[in-house]
């Protein structure tokens, strides 16, 4: 299947941890490039995972998550 966004990521969302893998394409039908890696859940963390996610130009993030975790988000 060819490739329809070049870079995307996506997120497993855990309470203590993140990980997230980032699949790149540099053309369309050429081979896909991975990376896998583990983020810890404080800012610091999440901060560099923002980094990292903009450093490889990503555009498109999907994430999974618990819905107790999500919750939060209404607090924020």
Request: with cysteine; glycine share 10%; hydrophobic share 45%.
């Amino acid at each position: 299947m060819e490739a329809q966004v070049a870079r995307c990521a996506g997120l497993d969302v855990h309470k203590d941890e993140i990980v997230a893998c980032v699949r790149m394409a540099e053309a369309p039908g050429g081979p896909v490039q991975v990376q896998l890696h583990t983020f810890g859940a404080t800012t610091v963390e999440l901060l560099a995972l923002r980094d990292w996610l903009t450093g490889l130009g990503v555009t498109r993030v999907g994430m999974e998550s618990t819905p107790v975790i999500c919750s939060f988000q209404d607090r924020i």
